[in-house]
Nanobody
Framework: VQLVESGGGLVQPGGSLRLSCLASGFFFSDYVMGWARQEPGKGLEWVSGFYMNGSTYYADSTKGRFTISRDNAKNMMYLQMNSLKPEDTAVYYC?????WGQGTQVTVSS
């Protein structure tokens, strides 16, 4: 099982980034997937994800700015992040709840 995130980087406040997660080694379409993040010295925050019925959830801090999506045919999951704020700075992880990627750094700074 492997989850590989990409798309992180440095962006100015108000900017956008699109994170991608490529999954392999399991039946992607059968799994609930999500994104979480962790700031240095802080706990893990559930950012966004899919429920079993395919509906989505978002942390209050990301509603209206982030959009999660997935492409089961490509074993890919995405997180479109708009109107980024300095407080969005964190390592972002793709996960199934059991399996986790290595994370990608997102830094929002001028």
């Amino acid at each position: 099982v492997q989850l590989v995130e990409s798309g992180g980087g440095l962006v100015q406040p108000g900017g956008s980034l699109r994170l991608s997660c490529l999954a392999s080694g399991f039946f992607f379409s059968d799994y609930v997937m999500g994104w979480a993040r962790q700031e240095p010295g802080k706990g893990l925050e559930w950012v966004s994800g899919f429920y079993m019925n395919g509906s989505t959830y978002y942390a209050d801090s990301t509603k209206g700015r982030f959009t999660i999506s997935r492409d089961n045919a490509k074993n890919m999951m995405y997180l479109q992040m708009n109107s980024l704020k300095p407080e969005d700075t964190a390592v972002y992880y793709c996960h199934t709840g059991v399996y986790w990627g290595q994370g990608t750094q997102v830094t929002v700074s001028s």
